[in-house]
């Protein structure tokens, strides 16, 4: 058999390997139940609209809570929580409680305790870790036990309602306002406008990292110079 011939019979075989797997793929997807997610909404005594506005107002809880200001285009920021593990003690079990709020929203969403746990878990490392002076409040910007429950619940709502949607969790205040807008007028129906709306806070925070750096950048010039005025270096 000629090399040819060896390397056409290789291309076929691989080609009907991929075919062959292209069919199994396709016949599983056939098979696969079909899932009735209003089915499991009527179970809980829920509508796709009541979940979306419950997960909305978790969302806006959790922005409050872990990320009320936070670097432009980033979910990483600080919020309540970290403000509160200022005051030693006090503060942290005060955060802990207003957390257990996310909880309960969860709850009300059909999340099973179990699924919880994790939360629950980090919300209390949360609250040991910020009765440290100082280190416990920096660490509190990177623990976020109102986020993780968000993420947790995000998670349930999709697998078990089909619940896919995104941006009235990322950005659940300018969501809702750009909802009420939308049903005034068509202006901001249009894409790019409701993107532009719901990154205004991205765009300000990238407007003030480059004037912060643009001031950084002419006191270190200045001082530069100074130095070499003073010095006779310059």
Same mark, same amino acid.
């Given at each position: ?7 056409? @019979?290789?291309?076929?075989?691989? @080609? ?12 599983? /997807?056939?098979?696969?139940?079909? &899932? /009735? ?11 796709? %609209?009541? $979940?979306?506005?419950?997960? #909305? ?6 922005? =409050?809570?872990?990320?009320? $200001?936070?670097?432009?285009? =980033? ?19 005060? *955060? ?9 929203? *969860? #709850?009300?969403?059909? $999340? !099973? ?7 629950? #878990? ?11 002076? *100082? ?9 976020? !036990?109102?986020?993780? =429950? ?8 999709? /697998?078990?309602?089909?619940?896919? %949607? ?5 950005? !659940?205040?300018?969501?809702?306002? @750009? %909802? /009420?807008?939308? #049903? %005034? ?6 894409? &790019? ?40 270096? *310059?």
């Amino acid at each position: 058999m000629s090399l040819r011939s060896l390397q056409s @019979l290789v291309y076929g075989q691989l @080609l009907m390997d991929k075919l062959s797997k292209l069919k199994v793929k396709k016949a599983a /997807d056939i098979n696969a139940p079909v &899932i /009735d997610y209003q089915a499991k909404l009527a179970e809980h005594g829920l509508t796709r %609209e009541q $979940v979306i506005e419950t997960e #909305r107002k978790l969302a806006k809880f959790a922005n =409050t809570m872990d990320s009320l $200001v936070r670097i432009p285009f =980033t979910k990483q920021g600080m919020g309540a929580d970290a403000a509160l593990s200022t005051i030693p003690l006090a503060g942290d079990l005060a *955060g802990l409680a207003l957390t257990s709020y996310a909880f309960i929203l *969860g #709850r009300q969403l059909g $999340v !099973p305790a179990r699924k919880m746990t994790p939360a629950v #878990r980090l919300a209390l490392i949360d609250m040991v870790v910020g009765i440290v002076p *100082g280190i416990g409040t920096v660490l509190d910007i990177f623990i976020r !036990p109102s986020r993780k =429950t968000l993420s947790i619940v995000h998670e349930h709502l999709h /697998d078990e309602y089909g619940i896919t %949607e995104t941006i009235h969790m990322d950005r !659940p205040f300018l969501h809702q306002s @750009l %909802e /009420d807008k939308q #049903r %005034e007028s068509r202006f901001w129906r249009n894409r &790019i406008v409701a993107w532009l709306y719901l990154h205004i806070p991205d765009l300000l925070g990238l407007i003030v990292l480059v004037v912060i750096g643009w001031g950084l950048w002419a006191v270190m010039s200045w001082l530069v110079s100074l130095f070499g005025k003073t010095t006779g270096f *310059g």
